[in-house]
């Protein structure tokens, strides 16, 4: 998960929460009202929501947020989140301890896992293949 997580309160405008969004190279802003999570604003509603709208930079992010928010608790087990992404269709989950927002974790995330742990399983068979190449010796590389 990225942590911490990226956060604006409710009356932010939109385009801090675009600028944001771009100085820390995340996807989406959560947005919080009085420390709680209310709501959470991606680039994609910012494409889709506010520019088919035709709505300017001064809107507030309360205005065009997602809500309710889809989360996942930090002492969840990974398969929770990987049910949650399902379920919901979402690409970005709100990890709480308890009601905090202590980071977010991404569709991009668990796929990064999945990768390490294949890499982690393929690595030996992919050690053997280089030190001795499969096949009759004659297509074996010289080295």
């Known amino acids: 998960m ?3 997580a990226v956060a604006v309160p409710a009356r932010t405008h939109l385009r801090e929460a675009a600028r944001r969004m771009d100085a820390y ?23 889709v929501r506010v520019l088919t709208r035709g709505l300017d930079a001064g809107t507030r992010v309360d205005e065009v947020m997602t809500r309710p928010v889809t989360t996942v608790a930090a002492t969840d087990d990974i398969h ?41 399983l393929l690595g030996p068979v992919a ?16 080295t």
């Open 2 to 4: 990225s942590a911490p």
């Open 80 to 120: 929770v989140a990987y049910r949650a992404f399902r379920r919901s269709g979402v690409r970005r989950l709100p990890v709480l301890d308890g009601r905090r927002v202590v980071g977010v974790l991404a569709v991009d995330d668990l796929l990064m896992d999945v990768f390490l742990r294949i890499g982690d």
């Open 25 to 47: 190279d995340v996807g989406c802003v959560l947005v919080t009202d009085g420390g709680e999570l209310c709501g959470i604003v991606t680039d994609r509603d910012l494409a």
């Open 127 to 142: 050690w053997s293949v280089v030190k001795e190449p499969p096949g009759p010796p004659s297509m074996q590389r010289k």
